[in-house]
């Protein structure tokens, strides 16, 4: 089954820096990529996601970026603010009908002032 | 109401008793999920309703089950309770024509 790798245990920025959290996925029928942030004390909720038919997908100051060759998606954070610290998941499907999730373990981001 | 509510938050249960969580929206999604999480893993998917069929995952099918008496609830049950069980369980629904998941906040199993 699919394998989804998220190689940064954690992450520290300074506020206004960019922030990068990678991931890889071994299926190479898999062909969509959402993320997802869990903020203190609360649930996971979708920020972005990408699907294979493109290799970059930005909205406001996040951008995910995929190498389907290399089976890599990344999610790029500009101008971070404290309020972006979170743990962040990737995740990766093949966009069935069921469209069953498989996670990575979580990158936890933390923005200083 | 665009949230998926779980029931309880906190549970704590006794080796070889049985554990019945419960998961609840009204946002009228067809699919409803049900993930293990443990402390530094990933979210493990356990099964899934679509609508009125169960699929539950091969490598978990004799641990757990489920019950969606309608669209609204679904549970997440064991009947026997083993120390391993003890994480986070999450819910999560999906709404037809939809690709991303709306979350619960958990329920935190402790197994003793």
């Known amino acids: 089954g699919e394998k989804v790798e998220q190689h940064q245990s954690t992450l520290s920025v300074r506020e206004g820096d960019s922030a990068v959290i990678n991931c890889t996925y071994t299926?190479?029928?898999?062909?969509?990529f959402p993320w997802y942030k869990q903020e203190a004390g609360k649930s996971l909720h979708f920020v972005i996601d990408i699907r294979s038919n493109v290799d970059r997908k930005q909205s406001q100051r996040l951008t995910v970026l995929l190498d389907k060759k290399a089976k890599r998606f990344s999610l790029h954070i500009t101008a971070t603010q404290p309020e972006d610290s979170a743990i962040y998941f990737c995740?990766?499907?093949?966009?069935?009908?069921?469209?069953?999730?498989?996670f990575g373990k979580g990158t936890v981001l933390l923005v200083s002032p | 109401d665009t949230t998926v509510k779980q029931n309880p938050r906190y549970k704590l249960a006794r080796v070889g008793k049985p554990v019945n969580l419960i998961c609840s929206q009204t946002m009228n999604h067809d699919t409803m999920y049900w993930y293990q999480k443990k402390p530094n893993q990933a979210p493990k998917l356990l099964l899934f309703?679509?609508?009125?069929?169960?699929?539950r995952e091969a490598d978990t099918f004799e641990k757990f089950q489920s019950s969606r008496p309608n669209n609204s609830f679904c549970s997440l049950y064991i009947g026997s309770a083993g120390l391993e069980y003890s994480a986070m369980y999450l819910c999560?629904?999906?709404?037809?024509?939809?690709?991303?998941?709306?979350f619960g906040s958990g329920t935190r199993l402790l197994v003793i």
């Open positions: 999560a629904s999906r709404g037809q024509g939809h690709s991303d998941y709306t």
């Open positions: 309703y679509y609508d009125k069929i169960l699929n």
């Open positions: 299926d190479t029928a898999s062909s969509y």
């Open positions: 995740a990766a499907s093949r966009d069935s009908g069921y469209n069953k999730l498989t």
